[in-house]
């Protein structure tokens, strides 16, 4: 039985073979009329694309690269998530590549992928250099995940960290706390802004003396390490916020080795609202990031610049503040 091709289709359903590879690839801008009668006459013929052959025609692959900053994080396998189900919707596979938070690793990451002529590149957490990154969207199209670009080739995703680290400072002002000290993300993808919002917030409301910033990390052991330097303190302070729920789980458990409880002694806020967040165990106070729609933006852009799209784009979404178990008013 001889295989079906993109003629019998477009034979079938009465349109051209270049209308047939859009609605192959998820094209915008097809009538649904069009597509309809496409999708009609691949489910009557039986027809199955032929991979190799289609990237020797088109000159691409039909796969993504996604290299991921963590993928112990489950903000990023939320991330990931998103990403594939758009990816597979468009008919593209996504090949994930994580890097540790390792520059050398990511950059090694990133040329295999070259190699491997993947059509796009998304970059979730990424450590590179600028002018690294620039580099590779000069060869496909690149989008970054949780990091900005002044880059004209480079796409970006972002969640609005400014506006999200002040729906937690402010939550804490309202239940009362004046001693409010914040976990530190370092220069890591989002960790600046938070912590800029932070003072920017406190100062806002006068209460700039009772500002406290203890050094960690986006990590269990960071937000542990920080929240004991902060117990050993004269004056601990009565709220938290840390940078990511990961580092918030570790300063809970710092909280519990001395005899500490949240809200109880101390209220804890964390960002990402993570499926560790929502754990009984936790019900952790949280910054909620619409992490599958970054991944599904992020395929998105990809997708455009492949369409033929040159101008850059930078899309910013919203946070908003989930309210569990961990605050409450200051004790006493």
Known sequence: MT?????DVAARAGVSKSLVSLVLRDA?????????AV?????????????????LVSRRTGVLGIVIADH????????????????????????????????????????KFLELRVDGLVMAGSSLPANRIAAVAAIVPVVLVTRSSRSPAVDTVLNDDGHGARLAVEHLIGLGH????????????????????????????????????????????????AMRSLLATATPPTAVFACNDVAALGALGAMREAGLAAPRDISIVGYDNSSLAALPQSLLTTVDQPRMAMGRQAVELVL?????????????????????????????
């Open 72 to 111: 112990h994080n489950p903000f990023f396998a939320d991330v990931i998530d998103g990403v594939d189900e758009r990816a597979a919707a468009a008919g593209y596979a996504a090949v994930i590549r994580p890097s540790g938070g390792s520059a050398a690793r990511e950059g090694a990451a990133v040329d």
């Open 178 to 225: 004046r001693r409010i000290a914040h976990i530190d993300g370092g220069r890591a993808p989002g960790g600046p802004a938070r912590r800029k919002s932070y003072e920017r917030t406190m100062r806002a409301h006068r209460l700039a003396r009772q500002m406290n910033v203890a050094g960690g990390a986006f990590t269990q052991e960071g937000g542990a390490k």
């Open 304 to 332: 455009e610049r492949l369409d033929g799209r040159t101008g850059v784009r930078r899309v910013v979404l919203e946070p908003g503040l989930i309210v569990r178990s961990t605050t409450g008013p200051p004790p006493g």
């Open 3 to 7: 295989r079906p091709t993109i003629r």
């Open 39 to 55: 999708q009609a006459a691949i489910a009557e013929l039986g027809y199955r694309p032929n991979a190799v052959a289609r990237s």
């Open 28 to 36: 915008p801008h097809v009538s649904p009329a069009k597509r309809a």
